[in-house]
């Protein structure tokens, strides 16, 4: 029975060596989809094709026993495909729900911002309260619910911006960028030959997760941590390198991500280190530069790196 911090560990240490099996060379790109798939978040994955966005997705699918769609995304695709419809039963005389690919634990969404941004709404109510809304019924998503999202940079052709709505809803982003040498020359000797995913057997199931989760959310935050995660958000507000600052939903992503780091570190608390750690995925794909910041090229990474230094740690009470 998974009811402790250790027991998150363990579970969480035989998901992580079974996706690290696969995704060469990307320990800490793994450990934050697996925070944030702990936290009940969603998680967008940005960067140019071929680095293993969509294979790193696929893996984590592969290694939880549990329901796993792929939705590829694409400019003609209809948000019906995504939530579902109503066909008319002929022998019933009735309308009968068929549910979309969203209807999954974990959904693959590959190359988001290919699609209009009409499609990409449709996604904005699973992602947000969990559920689909169609012809005036609702219908709820079964946890473990997370949206893992690939997309291409939009200075490639065939992409559309993603919606200032859309990308507060991802609790995470993080690039893959290029394997190290000797991780690409390990992925050739060993997956040269044949798709890694096809040996891949899950190491935990549906179950699992939602018991990890329930002890995610007692994992305990100081109100001086509390603080903390909210000094940060609010010095995004005021900074003069943003034109948008980050949400309130950033500031409670933060607060849920850092009590699944710090039980995936075997601890009952969270510490300033964990927001540290996670200011950057968590808060940066949600800002918006300023004229001037973009004229100077400045990267809203090192925007967040500067704050997070600039706010004062926490006192031990």
Do not use: W
């Not at 619910?145 to 990308?167: C, D, I, S």
């Amino acid at each position: 029975m998974i009811e402790s911090v250790q027991d998150v560990v363990e579970v969480m240490d035989r998901v992580r060596a079974a996706v690290a099996s696969v995704i060469e060379g990307k320990s800490d790109r793994i450990d934050t989809a697996l925070v944030v798939l702990l936290a009940e978040g969603h998680l967008l994955l940005d960067d140019v094709p071929g680095v293993g966005k969509t294979m790193l997705s696929r893996t984590i699918a592969r290694s939880i026993d549990c329901t796993a769609r792929r939705i590829q995304f694409t400019p003609d695709l209809l948000p019906s495909d995504i939530t579902g419809v109503s066909v008319f039963n002929q022998q019933t005389r009735e309308f009968e729900f068929k549910p979309g690919g969203i209807f999954a634990n974990i959904v693959v969404g590959d190359e988001i911002n290919r699609a209009s941004p009409k499609t990409q709404s449709a996604l904005l109510e699973a992602m947000g309260e969990r559920q689909v809304s169609a012809d005036g019924v609702t219908h709820q998503l079964e946890a473990p619910f997370m949206v893992v999202a690939t997309q291409n940079p939009v200075e490639m052709e065939g992409t559309y911006h993603l919606p200032e709505a859309q990308r507060d809803r991802f609790m995470a982003r993080i690039t893959m960028g290029y394997p190290e040498r000797a991780a690409e020359l390990e992925m050739l000797e060993h997956h040269g030959a044949s798709n890694p995913l096809d040996s891949l057997e899950p190491v935990a199931t549906a179950e699992d997760i939602r018991a990890l989760v329930a002890v995610v959310r007692t994992v305990y935050a100081a109100p001086a941590v509390m603080d903390y995660i909210v000094d940060i958000t609010e010095a995004t507000r005021n900074h003069p390198d943003l034109r948008l600052g980050a949400s309130p939903r950033a500031s409670l992503h933060m607060l849920r991500a850092a009590r699944a780091r710090a039980a995936m570190s075997g601890r009952d608390y969270v510490i300033p280190d964990d927001i540290q750690a996670l200011a950057v995925p968590v808060l940066a794909h949600r800002l918006i530069p300023s004229a001037h910041a973009q004229l100077d090229g400045r990267a809203l990474a090192d925007v967040v790196n500067a704050i997070v230094a600039d706010t004062p740690l926490p006192e031990r009470s």
